[in-house]
């Protein structure tokens, strides 16, 4: 009798040394199997002899693993990948990627960063879709993840671009991006279709897609599994595993073990937390310490939080509404996404209980007023920053007020938070942060949330995904702890690389995408190497700014009256006279010769500010950013003059040059 067990498909063990080698034809399990050693690589040997415990269990960690030592030899000849490209730099935590097959391409989110010092006062940074709007008929739909602004605020910015393409999202992010235009006509134009995870299956040309309920700080937060051409590729979007969530259903893990078995050729993984040791706690836990803590203050109390934090927001006021407390609102995003969870019937109470903070706030009895207020990073016009300088038209802090802080700073705001936090301190109220008691949890998962999903879904690569390299190799390190060959992890390490699907291997392509920074200033919105802007502040910021204008008459180009001139930031009041004469001497003086020989005013300027440079740093030692200028005073001039010159000009290399394609 033969007894033969089946540890795994591509692991056979004979108990009685008998094999079934010699037979004439091929069963359809030996098919299977060799379909099975195709995809996972060459099996091993199945002699009993060799069947050592450690064999066993090299076989279990590496039956998902094929051993190459150049990965691009696995690549078939005239092969098409499927290709996986980040919008965005591998430092930044908002999310902009898409995928291409052939002639179809869908898009992932569309966030938004905002800019910090080195973008000098600009508004934020958006997505360079250059690639996109070359390859626009290729564009099939975009579809989104979940509702932070940095997955979805760009889209304000990018969609009249692209004309509208279909959008595939969830009521509340519909909502929430249909807030963020300034024009409610051009939300009037938004084309969409609402995914249900539980049943939804989207099939469009190249693509497959299905969605899989997550757990993060705001509802209707979706992964991603999208089947394409060359196997499937598991997008986690931002992610925790949270067993007991406060306003959500738990994370649908079987949904996830059962995408395992579809065979997840590509994992592409949040990385913020992977640094992180044990689970991140459950916001069941931080509901409960924020119920206790509001029904037990019998005084004022303001509780801040981030306006994104939509999960947050929805348990605090439940709370305060337990408990008879009226509910004052602060900050423009805090009441928009308030406004958004009542329309869509997350937040149902009778509409007094809620308000926007006004005079109105001390009209209540203390016990009564709770403020809910955006979280700042101590901006200086943030709501919660001028409450804290007393600054503030409505809310003036008095003795005994409490002050709950159910957030952390963002890196980098560390010393601008705990400025205002000190301000708020000196008088003398109650504040409580997460030092004391847990009433802030990460929206992310730490590393046990992590390893959960890697085994749930078994990748044979992956990729770590935004995030900077800390947290993105922390990530690396944890997926080498379970077994997973380094070779099958990507590691780009330059933006605008390229992710390439193969049927047997995934590799980082050859080509790079070329990414350039594109801010939104106000109204204007462009690619930061074009313009001279930027530049320019950073230079007025480092070196300080000093302005010459020349009035010359129009047709003899000489100097009428005197140079104006003006510093800023670079001369002392002690030694202002004596510098600006000495400056205005100087350039007059060189003006003049320069004239003689007949030199064009711009020529002259230009070679003028070359010799200041020289001439300040030995004078003062310092040297500001010079902008010399002329006007012409002779208006009604008949002599070659453009309508711009006969108003002001300034030099070309201070206007940026020309726009560079």
């Known amino acids: 009798m033969e007894e033969t067990t089946n540890l795994f498909w591509n692991l056979n063990i004979d108990f009685l040394n008998k094999n079934n080698s010699k037979r004439g034809r091929t069963s359809q399990k030996e098919k299977s199997e060799n379909k099975l050693t ?100 290729k564009l099939r739909w975009i579809v989104l993840t979940h509702g932070h602004l940095d997955h979805i605020w760009a889209l304000k910015d990018l969609l009249p671009e692209l004309g509208f393409p279909m959008l595939y999202t969830t009521p509340l992010s519909l909502w929430i991006i249909k807030k963020t235009f300034e024009n409610p006509k051009d939300a009037e134009k938004l084309k969409y279709k609402i995914i249900d995870p539980d049943t939804d299956i989207l099939k469009l040309w190249s693509f497959t897609l299905e969605f899989v309920p997550v757990n993060h700080n705001i509802p209707e937060t979706l992964a991603i599994a999208i089947q394409t051409p060359k196997w499937l590729i598991f997008d986690s979007a931002d992610f925790k595993i949270d067993h007991t969530p406060a306003i959500d259903r738990p994370a649908d893990l079987a949904k996830i073990a059962r995408i395992w078995a579809e065979w997840v050729k590509l994992y592409i993984w949040d990385s913020l937390g992977a640094n992180k040791k044990w689970r991140s706690v459950s916001e069941k836990q931080i509901w409960e310490n924020l119920d206790e803590l509001i029904q037990k203050t019998k005084n004022r109390m303001l509780i801040a939080t981030f306006a994104s934090n939509i999960g947050r927001i929805i348990q605090i006021v439940q709370s305060a509404i337990r408990y008879n407390k009226v509910v004052f609102l602060s900050g423009r995003s805090m009441v928009n996404n308030v406004e958004i969870c009542q329309q869509l019937w997350y937040i149902k109470v009778p509409q007094w209980y809620i308000r926007k903070l006004s005079e109105e706030v001390d009209t209540f009895p203390d016990e009564r007023v709770l403020i809910l207020s955006t979280w700042a990073q101590g901006e200086e016009f943030a709501s919660l920053t001028r409450m804290a300088r007393n600054e503030h038209s409505f809310m003036k802090f008095r003795k005994g007020d409490t002050i709950l802080m159910s957030a952390t700073p963002i890196p980098g705001n560390e010393t601008a938070v705990n400025d205002m936090i000190n301000n708020l301190v000196f008088k003398d109220i109650r504040l409580i942060t997460n030092d004391d008691i847990d009433v802030h ?45 380094e070779n099958h992890i990507l590691m780009p390490s330059r933006n605008g690389e390229i992710i390439e699907m193969y049927d047997n291997v995934v590799v980082l392509g050859k080509d790079t995408l070329k990414l350039d920074t ?141 726009k560079k394609e």
């Open 38 to 137: 195709k995809f996972f690589g060459k099996k091993h040997d199945n002699d009993p002899k060799e069947m050592t415990s450690e064999a066993f269990l090299r076989h279990l960690w590496k039956k998902n693993y094929t051993e190459f030592d150049d990965p691009y030899k696995l690549i078939k000849k005239w092969e098409k990948p499927v290709r996986i490209w980040s919008l965005m730099w591998l430092e930044q935590v908002w999310q902009c990627m898409f995928i291409e097959y052939d002639n179809d391409i869908i898009m992932i989110d569309a966030g938004m960063e905002f800019c910090g010092k080195e973008n000098f006062w600009a508004d934020y940074i958006i997505p360079d879709i250059s690639y996109i709007k070359k390859n626009i008929k």
């Open 518 to 658: 594109v801010m939104v200033d106000g109204k204007w919105t462009g690619h930061m190497s074009w313009e001279y802007v930027i530049k320019a502040r950073s230079i007025m910021a480092e070196d300080w700014v000093l302005a010459l204008i020349f009035k010359v008459d129009a047709k003899t180009k000489e100097l009428v009256w005197n140079i104006q001139i003006e510093s800023r930031w670079f001369v002392y009041s002690s030694e202002v006279k004596d510098i600006h004469t000495k400056i205005v001497d100087f350039a007059r003086a060189k003006y003049m010769e320069n004239a003689k020989r007949k030199m064009q005013v711009k020529d002259n300027l230009k070679i003028i500010k070359e010799d200041l440079w020289n001439f300040m740093e030995q004078i003062i030692g310092r040297v500001p950013m010079i902008m010399p200028m002329f006007v012409y005073i002779n208006k009604d001039t008949k002599f070659d003059v453009t309508k711009d010159e006969a108003i002001l000009w300034m030099t070309i290399d201070e206007q940026g040059g020309e």
């Open 441 to 485: 949890a990460s929206w992310h998962g730490c590393a046990e949330d992590h390893k959960l999903m890697l085994s749930l879904l078994r990748p044979q690569f992956f990729l770590p995904y935004f995030m900077p390299a800390k947290e993105r190799y922390a990530h690396k390190n944890l997926a080498i702890d379970m077994w997973m060959p």
